[in-house]
């Protein structure tokens, strides 16, 4: 089987799984459990797939196999992916595989990964985050900057939640950094809902939603604890006390 990274392709390879594995495919890899499942890729379609980008995922496979050792030709069998994924379907188990495994990226492509992440980080903390000495969110830049005073090393490949302990443990040695949030359910009336979203989305992180049929907005926002009062505020002084704001336990 033909793997790897070779440059070239031409439409010259091998045929698996009613494709044909082109030179250029590389290999992405993911470890359940002891066992190692691998596919073969197009590396470029593949990256715009992990950043988010709206890719089918026919055109990102160069194979409809699944490996377990890609380069050997060693095929998985169905039943030791179904018991990994849940099926064994290629569709279906693709999508987790390309978004969570391992693959070698060019230098370029894992620089912006690690600057894309490393965005996403600093926006979560300082989201959630305050400076318990000022009861002040910490600015974005401020996290930024402490980041890079603590050396912190991001992974692209390691997702967000994941390597946000990490990093408020080496951020707690250049800044003071507290965690103390409260959730909120919240309904704006429909009359206020565009410009009441705007200000709970800046407060802090929605974790459920809807609009209802009556054009108005219900949601769950959990934001940090020194930032309550000031939403309270705000969103009264736009709904002229309109508003029904709940604490969740």
Known sequence: MTGGGGSGGGGSGKKSGGKWVELDAVVIGINKGHLRFEIFVDPNLAFDYRRGEDVPIQDILKSYEVYEDAKRGEHATDSLVKDAFGSDDIFDIAPEIIKQGEFRLSHEQRLQLVEEKTETIIEHIAKRAMNPQTGHPHPPDRIRQAMEEAKVRIDPFISVDEQIPNV?????????????????????PATYAGKGYNMVANAGVIKSESWNLDGSWSGLLELPAQKRQELYDDLNSLTKGQIRIEVVR
């Open 168 to 188: 408020v443990k080496s951020l707690r040695v250049i800044i003071p950094i507290s965690f103390e949030s409260v959730k909120l359910q919240i309904t704006i």
